[in-house]
């Protein structure tokens, strides 16, 4: 990706949730490419992470990474509090996979009266 001077976005990070996978660290060379500094997430792979803030550094752009599980309410709230405290977050995407239990309309119970 080609670094454009000037940026698209206001004085802070983007947030990427799930930076580290395949379609978050795209996006992060993406929103980089367009003058934005990043912030992202992994929850395993700190390595792949390390390399994707690489990249974006190679952009010309600043990067953190965060250790984060998105099912942990307070690892979430740490994390955000962590990146306020250095800049401001004007642009947040999740791009991560989920462990989290899901509901499907199939499985909620009829309600009372239904047939």
């Not at 992202?40 to 550094?57: D, F, G, I, K, P």
């Not at 947040?92 to 119970?109: E, F, K, M, N, Y």
Request: hydrophobic residues 40%; aromatic residues 2%; contains cysteine.
């Amino acid at each position: 990706m080609t670094t454009q001077r000037s940026s698209r976005f206001p004085t802070g990070v983007a947030l990427v949730i799930g930076g580290s996978g395949g379609m978050g660290s795209v996006i992060c060379e993406t929103l980089a490419a367009h003058g934005s500094d990043i912030a992202l997430t992994y929850r395993n792979n700190r390595v792949r992470a390390e390399e994707v803030a690489a990249q974006v550094r190679g952009i010309g752009r600043n990067a953190t990474i965060h250790g984060l599980d998105i099912a942990d309410e307070a690892g979430v709230g740490m994390a955000v509090a962590e990146i306020v405290a250095r800049q401001r977050i004007h642009t947040v995407v999740v791009a991560s996979g989920s462990d989290i239990t899901q509901l499907r309309i199939g499985d909620l119970a009829q309600p009372r009266g239904a047939r």
